[in-house]
């Protein structure tokens, strides 16, 4: 099953689709070619059909608000397009810049194959719904709108908001504050900057179904580095705690003292194990702090996990040791 983001006029973005299914694909290009703004249109679109996040304008607004969110070189009458399709489902919003947001009731319109299920026009509180005029006065979009209101949850196209409540975006990893600890919390998946690995890791290893998760990552690690040998979560006051084992050695070593390649691995593994099936993950620069052979080997790891749980993973990357990878994997493989 495949799902595919796609953008018009949006930043350095023209007019762009992006398809992936389960297993890893890559988004390779120069320096300011887009290959991260791509991976921001699905949490945008996430943030923008969740629940308490504000709607559409707060999404636009964490990613540096409307004065630039027009591509540089799009006419006038262009409007700015993001959306998602999905087996026979399409949903698409226009948010419009005014000023440094964007302007309320934005062109949204979702279809299922050439059926239009609703097609709100810019700048209009009311769409046409079920045979009758809603009136939406809140900062929901309007397919987040129309579901909430459905009590059943059988709006069509209700899947479309289930892959994107799934999306993961996973990039400027703070391997400081991990260093650190993470903060205790009952989180089962990884923050963008990867800041509570190991309050999540704890969570796992304490979950039967999650327990999986936690064995992929410390599997992984072993493999990519073969030193490694085990990890010890210890809790401090509100902190979690992360103290690495190397082969041999019964003394562990604090993240705070452990080689940077180790900790941006552990975080990349944990971020694909957050994923579960359907979901997109999408890593900015996986390659960074790696060693080659940590590269290829975590990449076949992590190729191995995702088409066994139907995660589509993509990265964005300028690596030659990423693009090797792909070369010695069929499209089959990859």
């Avoid at 973005?13 to 120069?30: C, F, I, M, N, Y």
């Avoid at 945008?44 to 636009?60: F, N």
């Avoid at 009458?77 to 440094?100: F, K, M, N, T, Y």
């Avoid at 992929?216 to 690495?244: R, W």
């Amino acid at each position: 099953m495949s799902t595919t983001i796609l953008a018009r006029n949006f930043h350095g973005l023209k007019d762009v689709r992006l398809t992936v299914l389960p297993g890893v694909s890559a988004v390779v290009g120069t320096n300011g070619a887009g290959k991260t703004t791509l991976g921001f249109i699905g949490d945008i679109l996430r943030r923008a059909t969740s629940t308490g996040m504000g709607g559409l304008s707060a999404a636009i607004e964490h990613y540096g608000g409307g004065r630039t969110l027009r591509h540089f070189a799009a006419p006038p009458d262009e409007p700015v397009l993001l959306g998602i399709e999905a087996d026979e489902a399409r949903w698409e919003i226009e948010p419009l810049p005014q000023g440094s947001g964007i302007a309320g009731n934005p062109a949204e319109r979702l279809l299922i194959g050439d059926r239009v299920i609703f097609d709100r026009q810019a700048g209009r509180a009311e769409v046409a719904w079920d045979g009758k005029e809603v009136t939406l006065s809140d900062s929901r979009t309007v397919i987040r709108r129309l579901l909430d209101s459905t009590l059943d949850g059988k709006l069509p196209g209700a899947r479309l908001l289930d892959i994107l409540a799934g999306y993961k975006l996973y990039y400027d990893l703070d391997l400081r504050s991990i260093r650190r600890g993470s903060p205790d919390s009952s989180h089962r998946y990884l923050f963008p900057d990867g800041s509570n690995v190991f309050s999540v890791l704890r969570n796992w290893r304490d979950l039967r179904e999650d327990r999986h998760r936690f064995e992929f990552v410390m599997d992984s690690l072993g493999e990519c580095f073969g030193y490694f040998d085990d990890l010890e979560l210890v809790k401090g006051g509100n902190v979690i705690e992360g103290h690495l084992y190397r082969r041999g050695f019964n003394t562990p070593i604090p993240a705070s003292a452990e080689a940077s390649g180790l900790l941006a691995a552990l975080a990349h593994f944990a971020a694909v194990a957050s994923a579960s099936r359907g979901h997109v993950v999408f890593i900015d620069e996986f390659e960074n702090s790696l060693h080659p052979r940590a590269v290829s080997t975590g990449l076949d790891l992590v190729r191995a996990f995702a088409e066994q749980h139907e995660i589509a993973v993509t990265l964005a990357t300028q690596s030659t040791d990423v693009l090797n990878w792909f070369d010695g994997h069929s499209p089959s493989e990859s």
